[in-house]
C-alpha cells in the first residue's frame, strides 16, 4: 500500500472481449491478488477511461518493426519494454496518501487496518 505502480501481467489474444477478461482477472485471482483499486485499461467497455502513457510507450517499440514472426516475439519485445517503463516508476504515485486515506474512508472494510 505504498503507492507504487505495478505490473501485472501480459497478456495477448486476437480479441478483447469478456471472456478474455475473465480470464485474466481469474489467472490474477488464481495468483492470490484480493483487491484491485485502479485498473488501467485502453478503451475496453465497463472499465473507466485508460490512462495511454503504457500504451503509447509499446506503440513506439513496435511501430518499426512491421510484423513479428510469431505471439512469443511479440510478447518478448513488449515484456523487455516493459521492464524498461517499470524501471521509471520509483517514486510513489503523485497525491497518493490522500488517495489512500480516501480509499480507506470509501473501501474501509477493503482496506487492511495496517497498511
Known sequence: MEGHKEILGLWIAQAEGAKFW????????????????????????????AIESVNISLR??????????NDNAV????????????????????DWKPALNRFTIQFEERIPLRY
Not at 31 to 38: A, H, N, P, T
Not at 60 to 69: A, D, E, I, L, Q
Request: charged residues 25%; proline residues 5%.
Open 22 to 49: 475473465l480470464s485474466v482477472v481469474t489467472e490474477l485471482k488464481n495468483r492470490g491478488v484480493q483487491d484491485i483499486f485502479i485498473a488501467c485499461v485502453d478503451g475496453l467497455k465497463g472499465f473507466p477511461e
Open 60 to 69: 513506439k517499440v513496435s511501430k518499426n518493426r512491421g510484423s513479428f514472426p
Open 75 to 94: 510478447i518478448k519485445l513488449f515484456y523487455l519494454a516493459l521492464s524498461n517503463i517499470a524501471k521509471k516508476w520509483s517514486m510513489p504515485i503523485k
